[in-house]
């Protein structure tokens, strides 16, 4: 059964870093492309930045591009979130992602969430002014 679990978030202050780790098992992810997306409180779920198989891609939305950096460690199953400069606006759950095809490597970072086949619970992220 393929599982991934968030961890690392928390309450923080503004200008502050988090990171977030997904662990993943139960699946060849290091195969899969690993997203990350956020659902604050009476807002949609919405795309933060994602990454590729190999980590040679990576995809940000405009909100936490420069601020937020992905990477992925296929050794250990675990994909990373580094959150710097943190914002109030950041403040939600926190999902990962993974988009795992039955065959082959994904070498793209899916947009949609749709296209994602295994999530996380999420974790809470809260930043305070």
């Known amino acids: 059964q393929a599982q991934l679990v968030e961890s690392g978030g928390g309450l923080v202050q503004a200008g502050d870093s988090l990171r977030l780790s997904c662990a993943a098992s139960g699946g060849t992810f290091s195969r899969s492309a690993m997203g990350w997306f956020r659902q604050a409180p009476g807002k949609e779920r919405e795309f933060v930045g994602g990454i590729n198989y190999n980590a040679g891609r990576t995809n940000y939305s405009d909100s936490v591009k420069g601020r937020f950096t992905i990477s992925r460690d296929n050794a250990k199953n675990t994909a990373y979130l580094h959150m710097n400069s943190l914002k109030p606006e950041d403040t939600a759950v926190y999902y990962c992602?993974?988009?795992?095809?039955?065959?082959?490597?994904?070498?793209?970072?899916?947009?949609?969430?749709?296209?994602?086949?295994?999530w996380g619970q999420g974790t809470q992220v809260t930043v305070s002014s």
């Open positions: 992602a993974a988009h795992l095809p039955p065959h082959g490597y994904v070498d793209y970072v899916p947009l949609n969430g749709r296209d994602y086949n295994h």
